[in-house]
């Protein structure tokens, strides 16, 4: 049964199609042909049992008649087998009340012994003739005729049905034949209807085997198609726009990649080749492998954060959620920052004590990599606020700073990976990466991040995480 099912799925949808559509035919053709000969076996044989009672009822009645007046038995007989005679189906046998064969009709087939007891109310079944190929059907019965004296005549009869039998054999053949030739027209038209039907589907996959990497802009759903297949176009052109932007930031992605490592690297050789090609003093030579270890910190930050954002692109970052306080968490923030900040003469305060669910080391992180921006680019005397909000759904965390701001043009992609204003690319702790990580961290609590900035006025940066 697996073994079947697994091969009907795998069978085209033409063929599948074809076969539900030859299936229900075939169901509803022999249900209605089953249905006629069983109504049509069932008449006849109501034909027949009334025809055989009808013609004992009335020999029957004839015989008490005869009786009452006096007549003979050889007078009942004689006009029972003259009437016997006009009926080309009916054979009679008359059994004496001593129980010997009074006489019989010349084309009584059916043996004595095969007849039922007899009974007042003719009951019937079916005896059938064999001789070689020779095959007969009879509808038998025998009854009880009371005569004067209350002599009982045991009466056989034997109504021959075979030509209604063969009519209804004939007809159930026809009807098969017919039923079998309809069934292959119903498959063939079936056939045409569902490829006909699936033609627009083909003609999609057509469209979709001549698009290559280079025309992912390519779309499906602006050809007219079908109710059913305008859902399956719409998709299809969905997942291409996903695909295009997945692709335009793979390869932004990669370029930047080869960029921002390039730097590291050439810094790397250059201060190692410079240092080999003559001697040096020993101050020399700890400058440059402080500046190698500084390169080295910095190629390892930039290649964890890649690896921290791979994984939660598919989807391998494990969350661990807990109830966090945001009062400790912002003390915890404000005492790692504090001796950064003092050095600005910056101050560092928080408001607000809200209950949040979140993965404490994912956010500590989000929080840690948007208060260092904030510190980064806050000027000398400067003030950064922490503040906590929440309504019925959603959970603020905000960190608001005093410093330079951000220009217009550069809001909607500061979230982008590697991306970096032009007046901090020069900074080595910079990788580009902080703020497209607190994108991810929000995104994988279900929540998002956003700014409001203005140039010489500061930002203000808010993660929002939902409460359930």
Avoid: C
Avoid at 29 to 48: A, I, N
Avoid at 165 to 179: H, L, Q, T
Avoid at 291 to 312: K, N
Wanted: hydrophobic share 40%; proline share 3%.
């Amino acid at each position: 049964m697996n073994t079947f099912m697994r091969s009907l799925r795998n069978m085209p949808i033409t063929l599948r199609l074809t076969l539900y559509f030859s299936v229900t035919m075939a169901i509803v053709l022999y249900s209605v042909s089953g249905l006629l000969y069983s109504t049509l076996r069932s008449q006849l044989m109501q034909k027949d049992e009334q025809e055989l009672r009808s013609s004992m009822q009335f020999q029957k009645e004839m015989a008490i008649a005869i009786s009452e007046r006096q007549s003979s038995e050889q007078q009942w007989q004689k006009e029972l087998f003259e009437y016997v005679v006009q009926q080309e189906r009916l054979s009679l046998r008359i059994i004496s009340p001593d129980g010997k064969i009074y006489s019989q009709s010349k084309n009584m087939r059916v043996p004595q012994s095969d007849f039922s007891p007899p009974t007042e109310n003719f009951s019937y079944r079916a005896w059938r003739f064999h001789e070689g190929s020779h095959k007969e059907k009879y509808l038998i019965t025998s009854t009880h005729f009371t005569l004067k004296g209350h002599q009982q005549w045991l009466v056989q009869a034997a109504l021959n049905v075979s030509k209604n039998n063969e009519i209804i054999e004939d007809y159930y053949k026809k009807m098969m034949s017919v039923a079998v030739l309809a069934i292959v027209l119903f498959a063939a038209f079936g056939y045409w209807l569902a490829r006909r039907g699936l033609s627009p589907l083909r003609t999609i996959v057509a469209e979709i085997e001549k698009i290559r990497a280079e025309d992912l802009h390519a779309r499906i759903s602006t050809q007219r198609w079908p109710t059913e297949l305008n859902t399956l176009a719409a998709s299809f052109d969905r997942m291409m726009m996903r695909l295009e932007a997945s692709f335009k930031q793979l390869n932004r992605f990669s370029s930047d990649i080869a960029h921002e490592l390039r730097g590291p690297i050439n810094n790397l050789i250059s201060a190692a080749s410079v240092t080999q090609a003559k001697d040096r003093s020993s101050q020399e030579y700890q400058e440059t492998l402080a500046a190698i270890v500084e390169e080295g910190e910095r190629l390892s930050r930039m290649i964890s954060s890649m690896l921290f954002l791979a994984r939660a692109d598919n989807s391998r970052e494990v969350l661990t959620k807990e109830t966090v306080s945001t009062t400790r968490e912002f003390e915890r923030l404000i005492n790692f920052y504090d001796v950064l900040a003092e050095e600005k003469n910056i101050t560092l305060t928080s408001e607000g004590d809200i209950r949040v669910m979140a993965d404490p080391l994912l956010l500590q992180r989000a929080l840690s990599n948007i208060l260092a921006n904030a510190i980064r680019h806050t000027g000398e005397n400067g003030r950064i606020v922490l503040t906590a909000t929440e309504d019925t759904d959603m959970s603020y965390l905000s960190i608001t700073d005093n410093g330079e701001g951000i220009s217009a043009e550069h809001l909607p992609l500061i979230f982008d990976r590697f991306y970096r204003i032009d007046a901090a690319r020069s900074l080595a702790e910079n990788t580009g990466l902080g703020l497209a990580i607190v994108k991810t961290i929000a995104e994988l609590h279900g929540g998002k991040i956003s700014v409001e900035s203005e140039p010489g006025q500061g930002s203000k940066f808010t993660l929002a995480l939902p409460k359930k």
